[in-house]
């Protein structure tokens, strides 16, 4: 199997179907990556914008990495903030409890949804991190890019993504929606246990 940057480099001497592969091989984690962030009315629109500028400027590739994911995820982040710079300030904010999760909408959990809104809890310890401790956090957590990777996607040096993250993980051991977050889960686990 041909790596991401022999696709690329294939596409640049001509071969058409090289891009077409890449696309087929990263489109559903670029797409989910983009319902987390915009909903998935505007992530339809925005992923085909990632892929006309993936292509466009797939010259600025650096071959040096076979996997490129970091550099698509960069691209589809600076769609993503494309689009929330041309929205209104009413519609910063979007609804985002339609997003499907990792598998549709399966919820490993299905006892506790009715007892605790564990997205909402989720948000609102999220929303404490600071911007860019939060961008770290959702590539390295969400999006199962190491930290390195994750440096290169937001233009930053790999220890300031690895200080990053673990400043966002410390926040959110101390954050009390996720204490109260994950006394209600254990709560429910010793029910069902019993």
């Not at 940057?5 to 058409?16: F, K, M, V």
């Not at 990792?102 to 919820?107: F, I, K, Q, T």
Request: no cysteine.
């Amino acid at each position: 199997m041909a790596s991401d940057a022999e696709l690329i480099a294939r596409s640049l001497n001509g071969d058409d179907e090289a891009f077409v592969d890449l696309v087929a091989r990263h489109e559903v984690a670029i797409g989910r990556y983009l319902s987390r962030r915009v909903g998935a009315a505007a992530a339809e629109d925005l992923l085909g914008d990632v892929w006309v500028a993936a292509f466009a400027s797939r010259r600025t590739y650096d071959p040096a990495y076979t996997d490129a994911r970091p550099w698509l995820y960069t691209v589809a982040l600076n769609r993503v903030r494309k689009h929330w710079r041309s929205l209104p300030p009413e519609d910063l904010v979007p609804d985002l409890t339609d997003l499907p999760g990792p598998a549709g909408h399966w919820d490993p959990w299905p006892a506790v949804e009715t007892r605790v809104d564990t997205g909402a809890a989720l948000r609102a310890a999220l929303a404490g991190l600071r911007p860019d401790e939060r961008e770290v956090l959702t590539l390295v957590a969400g999006e199962d890019l190491t930290a390195a990777d994750a440096a290169r996607v937001l233009g930053i040096p790999a220890g300031t993504a690895r200080r990053l993250l673990h400043q966002a993980r410390g926040t959110l051991r101390r954050s009390p929606q996720v204490a109260a977050l994950l006394a209600e889960l254990n709560t429910v686990n010793l029910k069902d246990g019993e």
